[in-house]
Nanobody
């Protein structure tokens, strides 16, 4: 359906910033709400942030609220995750994902995922 490729991960010190990008291929990208998830070694994959198809609604996990910002540029078929004030506990592989169904106007919680990207590693040193 949609192919998603994450980029922008890397190694950063505590308090630093990174911007993750997720580039999508497919003409239906603009119709889907998008989200970011993360998974640390030995841990369950957890929800991070989501954004509606038009960018008008966002939702964040409490652990990142106030520090992370999800955004999208539908003209570029790209969704972003701006991560500020990074902490060691943010260390994980970050995955972007599509909503399971198109046309979501309001994001009120974690997405039911339709497609996953391959992930990009974020490491925050103490």
């Amino acid at each position: 359906q949609l192919q998603l490729v994450e980029s922008g991960g890397g190694l950063v010190q505590t308090g630093g910033s990174l911007r993750l990008s997720c580039a999508a291929s497919g003409r239906t990208f603009n119709n889907y709400a998008m989200g970011w998830f993360r998974q640390a070694p030995g841990k369950e994959r957890e929800f991070v942030a989501a954004i509606s198809w038009d960018g008008g609604s966002t939702y964040y996990a409490e652990s990142v609220k106030g520090r992370f910002t999800i955004s999208r540029d539908n003209a570029k078929n790209t969704v972003y995750l701006q991560m500020n004030s990074l902490k060691p506990e943010d260390t994980a592989v970050y995955y972007c994902a599509t909503d399971r169904n198109p046309g979501r106007w309001v994001v009120r919680g974690p997405l039911n995922v339709g497609s996953w990207g391959q992930g990009t590693q974020v490491t925050v040193s103490s």
